[in-house]
């Protein structure tokens, strides 16, 4: 599954960009930026690391647009990697 480069999240496009040393630095593999509309996914993971990153971050988005403004970071985890796990296997493209 290729990570887009723009995702619309209930009207909103989030850019999706690649940083060099977020996790080296910010102990972080990717991040959402809401006022920016922006997805971060750390650059030197491997490429199905990447996806379930991306993933994850999207649970994030998806979350946050839908008016959760408080996220348990353990549910959104455990989602996402199921989540990941599912559209992968299963190869589903709509």
């Not at 209930?10 to 922006?38: C, F, H, K, P, W």
């Not at 408080?70 to 559209?87: A, C, F, G, K, P």
Request: hydrophobic residues 40%; negative net charge; proline residues 2%.
């Amino acid at each position: 599954m290729p990570i887009p480069l723009q995702v619309n999240v209930a009207g909103i496009d989030y850019q999706v960009q690649y940083q060099e040393g977020m996790l080296r630095t910010y102990n972080l593999m990717g991040q959402v930026l809401y006022a920016e509309s922006r997805i971060d996914i750390d650059s030197s993971m491997s490429k199905t690391k990447k996806e379930q990153v991306f993933i994850h971050e999207l649970v994030h988005a998806m979350l946050k647009e839908s008016g959760y403004e408080e996220q348990d970071e353990d549910m959104v985890n455990r989602l996402s990697i199921v989540l990941y796990q599912v559209l992968k296997q299963n190869d589903l493209k709509f």
